[in-house]
């Protein structure tokens, strides 16, 4: 399933119209309507967090996992302790990790910089 199908599936489920949804997420209607339909396929972060919460689900699922996998459990502490280290990787390690990841990973990934972005310039 695609993003754009888990959207409209979650939002049926929890009972909402596109119109409901649009006015209870401060997202139009039209915009909405095109998640769905996949014709927008960078959703800011914020929003699909949002949608989600709206929606009594969580971003992973939105996103098209079951559950998060063992291997990811305390994901979020060990992201923290690579943040406090005092040296980054060069752009070119980065850049080089990031070209080796699938399309869905990509899209993850950019959704996260999405979301890092609007919240260092707000």
Same mark, same amino acid.
Request: charged letters at 25%; hydrophobic letters at 35%.
């Given at each position: 399933m695609f993003l754009g199908d888990n959207l409209k599936d979650a939002r049926k489920r929890s009972? !909402?119209? #596109? /119109? *409901?949804?649009a006015q209870l997420t +401060?997202? +139009? *209607?039209?915009t909405?309507? &095109?998640?769905e339909k996949g014709e927008i396929h960078?959703? %800011?972060l914020n929003k699909l967090l949002h949608l989600a919460s709206i929606y009594g689900t969580s971003l992973c699922? $939105?996103?098209?996992?079951? /559950? %998060?996998e063992p291997a990811l459990r305390g994901f979020s502490a060990r992201i923290l302790a690579y943040a406090e280290r005092s !040296?980054? %990787? =060069? /752009?070119? *390690?980065? #850049?080089?990790?990031? &070209?080796r990841l699938d399309n +869905? =990973? *990509? +899209?993850?990934?950019? $959704?996260?910089?999405? #979301?890092? !972005?609007?919240?260092?310039n707000t």
């Open positions: 009972g !909402y119209t #596109l /119109e *409901k949804a +401060h997202i +139009h *209607k039209t909405l309507h &095109r998640y960078n959703i %800011p699922l $939105l996103l098209g996992f079951s /559950e %998060p !040296y980054l %990787p =060069s /752009e070119d *390690k980065v #850049l080089t990790k990031y &070209r +869905h =990973s *990509k +899209h993850l990934i950019n $959704l996260m910089m999405d #979301l890092e !972005y609007v919240h260092r």
